[in-house]
């Protein structure tokens, strides 16, 4: 059985370069997305952690006013 082997003309080895240029930018951008997704769940999570400090001091801070009504008694 013959092998047929082809040739690589100028019109092909531009369309592959267009082809490899465009999944370039694809890339590119997904990354970007990828990026900006990772920063907008930093920002939720340290919002995150922030209210639960806040709600666990506020308990502490409401538990230690109890015991103290309670000792004054």
């Known amino acids: 059985m013959p092998v047929m082997l082809e040739r690589w003309n100028d019109d092909r080895m ?3 370069d267009a082809k490899v ?12 997305e990828m ?5 907008e769940f930093s920002a939720l999570q340290r ?3 922030m209210a639960t ?8 801070t409401g538990f230690g006013i109890l015991v103290g009504l ?3 008694m």
């Open 70 to 72: 309670i000792v004054a």
């Open 21 to 32: 240029d465009d999944l370039s930018s694809l890339m590119r951008e997904q990354r970007r």
């Open 14 to 16: 531009d369309a592959l």
């Open 35 to 39: 990026r900006e997704q990772r920063t």
């Open 53 to 60: 400090v806040g709600i666990l001091g506020t308990f502490i």
């Open 47 to 49: 919002t995150m952690v």
